[in-house]
Each structure stands twice: as C-alpha cells, then as structure tokens.
C-alpha cells in the first residue's frame, strides 16, 4: 500500500486547511484510513480515522473543529480527507497518513507540515 498525502501549509490561527490523503495498491475490505500528528518534541499522537464501513474517531482536542470523510468509490484507491477549521496554534505539527489493513498492519505516508501561526 502507497500513501500520498497533501494539503499542509501555512494558516493564520482561525484559519482552515484541508489534507487528503491517496491511499493505493493491496486495498482491501474492513480497513481504516486517517491522520495522526506529531508536534515538536511530542509523540506522535490520533487526530481522526474513519473506517471503509463509515465509523469515525476523533481526538477530543479536534472534535468539533474537524472533520474527516473517505472516499472509496475507487477499488484501487481510497482517499481520506481531513478538512480542519478554527485552525489554533496547538495544531501545528506533521500530520501523517495511516492506512490500517484488516490484519491491523500499519502503513504510514510521508508527513506534510501544518503550520498555524500569525
């Protein structure tokens, strides 16, 4: 499984930025797509996932302020989205792609930079 993430950048703080996410390859059924973030000097921690069956789960630090979706009308590709509004300080970080397979395996993309500040 490949993983291309984009969508980082610079925002000012109450701001918006959207991530998407391609996920390519050996996908298969009972998967999970999302995003983790990891800030200077802080583990790598959840921000949101969302399962090929509709379920979500978000960090209590973003509920409310983001929002993930999926899109899997493609066999061989699934892209997750994660859209982020009232952007603050605290969420600037390396956002990270995780792909989840039925069998719990991990694959990760590359990171992009999310960078809020004024």
């Known amino acids: 499984v490949q993983l291309q993430a984009s969508g980082g950048g610079l925002v000012q703080p109450g701001g918006s930025l959207r991530l998407s996410c391609a996920a390519s390859?050996?996908?298969?059924?009972?998967?999970?797509l999302g995003w983790y973030r990891q800030a200077p000097g802080k583990q790598r921690e959840l921000v949101a996932t969302?399962?090929?069956?509709?379920?979500?789960?978000?960090?209590d630090s973003v509920k409310g302020r983001f929002t993930i979706s999926r899109d899997n009308a493609k066999n061989t590709v699934n892209t997750v989205y994660l859209q982020m509004n009232s952007l603050k300080p605290e969420d600037t970080a390396v956002y990270y792609c995780?792909?989840?397979?039925?069998?719990?395996?991990?694959?990760w993309g590359q990171g992009t930079l999310v960078t809020v500040s004024s």
């Open positions: 995780i792909y989840r397979d039925r069998l719990n395996f991990a694959y």
């Open positions: 969302k399962t090929d069956g509709g379920s979500s789960n978000y960090a």
């Open positions: 390859g050996s996908i298969f059924s009972l998967n999970v």
